[in-house]
Structure formats: C-alpha cells, structure tokens
C-alpha cells in the first residue's frame, strides 16, 4: 500500500473542512431540487480559502448564487462578535435591488439562517437609514452612488467595522464609466480599514478580463477568474424583406414595415422588444398599440425616464405573466430575472456584440437555457450589421471595457467624500488611491494639486468660501466643517451628469417621469406631445415640473433625449469590413447576405465591394455638386472625426465649402459643382491619410476649444464646482451652463495649466472622437489599397449617406418624398 503523502492529508483535511463549511447551503440546494453548477461549488472554495476574483458567465447561468453563497456560509460558520455589515452588494441599478433581497431572502427565509438583507439607495426611507445605521443588516445592498453618501457620513469607519466582502454586479456595465471609478475609490477606502477584504465582481460579457479583475480588485491583488457555465444557445432570427431594391435608406424598414414585425409576434408568448433609445421605444409602442388594439393591457412600455412606480409596475406585470409585450431600452438590459419571458426581439442594430448577448439573456433566464431572438431591421444595410453580428458570436467574441484614464473630477469628488465623512489622512490615502488601477500612476504634483484645489480654492477660486473646502485637524486629518457644503455635497454625489431634467406630473395626479429641459421649452400651452404611452396637453411650466393632462387629439412629437446616437464597437466593424469582403467574393452565407444580393449587385455594377484590405472612394457628380463617398467601416464617431480633418486638409489645398454627413459606414464630403475633387484626392491622398499632426489638425477642424468647453461642464460637476442645488431648487440647463462657460474662461485666463482643464481636452480626444480608433484607422488605410471608382450617380452604399444630410435640410417634402423622387430619376437614367 502506497503510503499518504502530508500534503495529501492537508489537501483531504482541507476538502472536508470546505464541505463542512458549504453544508447548509448545500442543504439549501438540496431543499430546492438543485445540483450546484461546477463554476459556482469553485467559487464558494475559493471564497472560503480567502481568495478574491471575477465570475464572467453567461446572463442567467446562477452567478448571484455563486457570488454570495460562500460569504453566507462564512457567516453561519463564524458567528460575528458585533453586529454589523458583513457583505456589501454592490449593483449598478437600483432597480436590480429588489430582485436581489428577494433572490437572497429565499434560502435565508426557507432555512431559518440569522441573517438580514438590507436595501440602501434612493429609494430608501430615512427611517430605514437610520434604523441600518443603528442595527446594520448582515447584508447591505446598494450602489456605488450610496455607498459613498455613507462614505461621507461621520459614522461609516463605525458601519464598515465588521465588513467581510464585497460583490461588484454587473461589473461590465461599471467599469467603462466614471461609475466605475467611483466604485473603485470606494472600495480603496474600505480596504484601507478592512486589510483582508475579499473582492468578487461578477459579469456576463467582458472581452479583457484579466483587466477587469485588477479595477476590481485593486492592484497586487492575484484574482481567481471563475469561467465555465453551462453553454447557453442562442438562437437569432432575421425578420427579411420581400424584396430589397438597390436604394436602402435609414427608416425604410422601420416603423413602415411594423406588419412584418406584428405577423412574427405571437400574442400569447411572453416578448420584450429591445429598442436603442427612448424616443425609438416610445413611438414603437404608440405604433404597436394602435395596430394591435387587442393587445391593450398587455402592451407595456419601459424606459429610464418613466417614473419608477411606473418602472416597477411593469417589471411586476412580466413577472406575473400579466403583460406580455414590453417595448423597452437599455432599462432592462441588466440583472432583472424575467423568468416568463420567452422571446426577444431586437428592433435596430445593436451597434456591438455584448449588448445583443445581454439582451438575449432576458429570455430562457436559467442556467443552460435557449435564448431566441428576433432581429428587427430598420434599413436594408442593418442585415450587413447583424451577419458581421451573427459571425462574431460564432467566434465567442466580445467588447473589451475600457475605463476612463485617471479622471481628477471624480477623485476630487472622492475626497470631498471622505472629508465629509470621518476625514482623511494626506500620505495614508494617497497610498489608498495608487492601490487602485486606475491611478496606479497617480503621480506626487497632481496629487498635491488636487489638495491644494480643493483646500484653497487653487489659484484663481481662493477668494469664495464654498470652493476652500478642506481644513486640517490637530492630528493632521483633512476635513469639511461647513455644514453648509457638507450637506450640498451629499446631495450632489455621483457622476451622471445629463442635462437637468423636468418632471412630467398630471395636473391632478402621479408623476409620469421626465424629460429634458429642452424639448419642453419647445412646447406651448396646449401643444400636444406622446409620452409614457399616452397622448399628453401641456398646460404650463412651473418650477421644473411639466403639468400635463390627457387628450384625445394626435401628435408625432415625442421627447428625444441626448446620447440617442450609438455607433458600432471596435469589434463590429472588424467583422463588418469581414462581410463586406465576403459579399464581394460572392460568398453569401447567412440569411441577411442573401437577402441583400440584389443590393450587392447593383454596388458592384456601379462601383465595388471593398476587401478586407482595401479602403474605397466613391466621387460622383450631380445637381448638387461634386460628392465624395469614403468607406472605413469604422463606425459613426470615427467617421465623423475624420469626414472633418479630410474636409480642413481638401480646404488646405483648394479653398471651398464642403459639407460632411457621417454614418456607420463612411462619410460623405459634398462641395461646389466645380470643385476639382477627383485631381485633389489623386495628387494629396496621402496627406488625407496622414496621422502625424493629427491633434493639431482635428483641433482646426472640429472647433476644439468648444468642444473641450462643453465636456468641462460635466467634469466642473462631477469634481463639485457646479451644483444642481437643494431638492426643488434645482439649477436649469441654462444657468448650468453659464456657469460652466464661465468658471472656463477663469481658469483659461488666469489658472491656464489647470488639470481639470486638461481632463476636458483628454476626454474630448480619447472618448468623444475615439482618437486612438481614429489613428488606428488612418494607419490601417495607408497600409492597404485605396480604391478610387468615379460613379454616374450615389451607390447603395453612398445612399444611406445621403439621407443622412437631407435630413438636416429644410424643405416642405419630406424625406422619403425626396428619396423617390431622386430614385424615380435613377431608374429613367437606366432606362
């Protein structure tokens, strides 16, 4: 017999002490009818062994479970001493909140197990807060937002005492925005007093993981990555035309083609049906209600600007399998487990790969289930998208998240945080925040400017007492002792900053939700408006709030609110130039190439289809002037930075007024009849392709200076310098804005190296015009051959284009008018 090694003996010792540890969840399993996943039985091992990670599996596969399960077991096996928070949730919407202290108070409840779940965000009563305050529940739920309202509350070392872990959810959705910042900050703090904090983020769909685990985690942190769920199918269906001819155009398969979305649905089958932005939600929704009266009571409409009790209605209806059609948006792309739901439906491209997974993932919720999606195209060229789609979750593709750079806007914020709270130490939080990924590089002069900004002022701001903040204690603490600011900083905590929005309200009765300040400053008494699935008369503007009443008369006005524009990912429009090649090699081997073969037909006959290495530039001539059509495949915000450098260097050589029009595609550069366009592009299309003087070029270009004015809006209220004011008392758009420009032009004169000044400069270039894209792309196209096709007339794929530019135009026939007028000219020409 082969003697046991000691190793063996610990290893075994070790395995039966983890079993021992897992038995009452265990238990809970069994007590359910359940097996745990492999995934889920590692990480509550690692858990117990003192290891911090990341989950990453797929939306539906029990990663709630698997996240919060060994901390639980922790609990029951070492009772704590002192009350106290001993595992901290961390989730990115406050509307997931609910459905987590249910999914939690399940096997608490069932088993009897000396647990609380606690709730603490907006929502949260005062009472409430004080009672977690006085009695902390075991386990807190909450969002970075009000986690660091505690942060800034004297008594929080006092709360966090006993504090264990902490779950980051929906880390994919955090970590590409200064929420994600926000949360990391935070999350040095508590480390800062809690040593052996353990850390696990969970995610559905993140390309650069190991990345992700160290923003997480903190830096010299060695992270677990938990993989390996089930496989879930994933099953997408293309609603195609009958015929496609050779003009698409942006909306000629939307909302004019909605029978071929209502002959697709099934009335009695459970559907959310995705849209990219509010506006596009509400007039689905108005569309498919008066096309489907049948369906009244079970056609519901969700979207962030809603009212929450209206939000939370509608979420309980598709629980209850009451309503079973939800137009909604990005509201409920995230946790919220709708296990009725058996469809999705995609109306528009999804502009990436990880959003469509996500989305998918609201159907068949449930570990190693079938997702099946309906793709709802709203032009011919979104087929185009949706195979480049389709071939990258072939390959297992996804985004990469990337997060901002050592934002200074929110680090002020952090600080003003802390000194609000219990005060901090100089050299002790610095070490804190370079623990951080995100400023690990966080070097000795800015940290000493950000002290010296927010003590007095910086150099230009030392004479008002609201912007010197911070005062040293005795024991060399910095702190805030105005009450005043205190209290007006915890009211502005976060770093979402939209434009201030107007509540919408019955003139007698329950607020509807909001919209922006500058669609209701169109209106006048009387003017009707389609909101929240109902007709609405506006009645008057008072105090923020928009006092509305029902009516019977119709209106196409419906609210659009910033940020509706998406453009396709890095990812995308690597396998979109893919499919382009593919279409020209005549290989069309998805459903959507093959719909779309007349189109490419007519493309080739005019002009071509680019390979994979090969950039095209289409001119043509018309009534309107000399046009030029580029083709990068790159996506609308780098299109759009480059259709203005192209137009400044043109100008260089040959003075005239070009106008550019941008979409996913390309761009168009139109100019005056005479305009020596083709000689231009002939002798100087390197130049055109040069990424040397890129910056200064873009900056002649693109007015940067306005550019970097209104993104420093933003930053000047996230780091605490604009204030939206007390509750009812909040600052309109305007006076924001006056006093954003304003604290701008102080700084440009008299403080001109001012870091925040930078950040809006750095921000405008890296995440506003995608620079790094923008140069990869220039590269890219030097690198490979350009192909100029002179046409007779604009191509399928100069189309879209087209369209783009006349709907900025003023005229009294409307686009689609003006569309088949122009392809009625079109097809005489060929005749």
């Known amino acids: 017999m082969n003697p046991i090694s000691q190793d063996q003996c610990d290893r075994t010792e070790g395995e039966a002490d983890l079993n021992q540890k897992l038995s009452p969840i265990l238990d809970w399993f069994e007590h359910q009818g359940w097996s745990p996943l492999a995934f889920q039985k590692s990480t509550w091992e690692a858990h117990l062994q003192g290891f911090s990670g990341l989950i990453q599996v797929p939306t539906g596969s029990g990663k709630t479970y698997a996240a ?21 949730y961390i989730t990115p919407l406050r509307a997931l909140s609910r459905d987590l202290a249910v999914a939690l108070n399940q096997p608490i409840d069932a088993m009897g197990w000396p647990i609380r779940v606690g709730i603490r965000n907006g929502d949260t009563t005062t009472a409430e807060r004080s009672r977690q305050t006085k009695t902390p529940p075991e386990i807190l739920i909450t969002t970075p937002e009000s986690l660091c309202v505690l942060l800034a509350s004297r008594h929080c070392e006092a709360v966090f005492k006993t504090l264990e872990t902490v779950i980051l959810d929906e880390w994919h959705e955090l970590i590409g925005s200064k929420r994600g910042i926000q949360a990391e900050l935070a999350l040095s703090w508590l480390r800062q007093q809690r ?8 995610s559905a769909t993140i390309g650069n993981l190991a990345e992700s685990a160290r923003h997480a985690l903190g830096e010299g942190c060695e992270p677990c990555l938990i993989t390996g769920a089930p496989k879930r199918g994933l099953d997408v269906t293309s609603i195609l ?8 155009w942006g909306g000629h398969l939307g909302l004019r083609r909605y029978e071929d979305l209502i002959g697709q649905l099934e009335p009695c089958t459970s559907t959310l049906l995705f849209t990219n932005t509010r506006n596009q939600a509400e007039r689905w929704f108005q569309c498919l209600r008066y096309a489907c009266p049948e369906m009244e009571g079970l056609l519901g409409l969700h979207h962030s600007a809603l009212d929450r009790s209206e939000r939370e209605a509608i979420e309980a209806a598709v629980k209850a399998g009451s309503m079973l059609w939800v137009v909604c948006t990005s509201s409920l792309d995230l946790g919220v487990d709708f296990q009725p739901v058996e469809r999705v439906v995609q109306i528009g491209s999804p502009k990436n790969l990880a959003r469509l997974l996500q989305r998918a993932g609201r159907s068949a919720h449930l570990p190693g289930g079938t997702s099946q999606v309906l ?40 600080l003003t945080t802390l000194a609000c709270g219990p005060g901090f130490k100089p050299a002790e939080t610095l070490e ?3 623990s951080t990924s995100s400023y690990r590089t966080l070097n000795q ?19 008002y007492p609201r912007y010197r903040k911070l005062h040293t204690t005795e024991d060399g603490r910095f702190v805030v002792r105005d009450n005043a600011i205190a209290r007006l900083h915890r009211l502005n905590i976060g770093t979402i900053t939209s434009a201030p929005a107007v509540r919408v309200r019955f003139v007698r009765g329950s607020v509807l939700g909001h919209v922006e300040e500058t669609f209701i400053s169109q209106l006048k008494p009387k003017d009707v408006f389609f909101f929240s699935g109902r007709q609405l008369e506006f009645v008057r503007l008072r105090d923020m709030t928009a006092y509305v009443k029902t009516t019977t008369r119709k209106s196409t006005a419906v609210p659009a609110w910033a940020g509706g524009q998406m453009s396709l990912s890095d990812l995308l429009t690597h396998h979109l130039r893919e499919e382009v090649a593919r279409a020209g090699r005549g290989e069309l081997n998805t459903p959507e190439l093959k719909a779309l073969e007349p189109l490419f037909e007519r493309q080739m006959d005019l002009s071509t289809l680019p390979s994979r290495t090969q950039f095209l530039i289409e001119t043509c001539r018309t009534r309107e002037g000399m046009h030029l059509y580029a083709y990068p495949f790159e996506g609308r915000f780098v299109h759009e930075g480059l259709g203005f450098l192209w137009a400044t260097r043109l100008t260089r050589h040959h003075r005239g007024t070009i106008t550019v029009s941008v979409n996913d595609y390309g761009f168009e550069l139109l100019a005056p009849k005479g305009y020596p366009m083709d000689d231009l592009l002939e002798q100087h299309l390197d130049d055109l392709l040069d990424d040397s003087s890129l910056e200064k070029d873009l900056e002649q270009a693109l007015n940067l200076s306005e550019l970097c004015r209104r993104r420093f809006r933003s930053i000047a209220q996230v780091a605490g310098l604009l204030v939206q004011g007390f509750p009812g008392k909040n600052k309109s758009a305007g006076q924001l804005q006056i006093s954003g420009s304003l604290l701008w032009e102080v700084f440009k004169k008299h403080e001109p190296g001012n870091l925040l000044l930078r950040q809006a400069q750095q921000e405008v270039l890296q995440e506003q015009l995608e620079l790094p894209r923008l140069r990869s792309a220039l590269k890219r196209m030097q690198s490979g051959e350009t192909l100029h096709c002179p046409t007779p007339r604009p ?32 097809i005489r020409t060929e005749q």
């Open 375 to 414: 793709f709802m195209p709203t032009n011919a060229l979104e087929l185009l998208e949706l195979s480049a789609v389709r071939r990258g979750l072939e390959n297992g593709m996804v985004e990469e998240r990337r997060p901002p750079k050592q934002p200074l806007d929110v680090l002020l914020q952090h």
């Open 68 to 88: 919060v399960m060994g901390s639980i077991a922790r609990m029951l096996d070492t009772p704590s001493e002192h009350e106290g928070i001993r595992l901290l």
């Open 445 to 463: 002069a800015e940290w000493d400017w950000c002290l010296r900004f927010l003590e007095q002022g910086g150099e230009c701001l030392g004479a």
């Open 795 to 826: 191509t399928p794929l100069a189309f879209p284009l087209l369209v783009e530019r006349l709907r900025s135009q003023l005229s009294n026939e409307t686009v689609l008018e003006r569309l088949q007028r122009m392809k009625d000219a079109a």
């Open 195 to 202: 040593p052996q904090l353990q850390t696990w983020a969970i």
């Open 432 to 434: 804190a925040i370079r």
């Open 241 to 248: 035309p009958d015929s496609i001819d050779g003009f698409p």
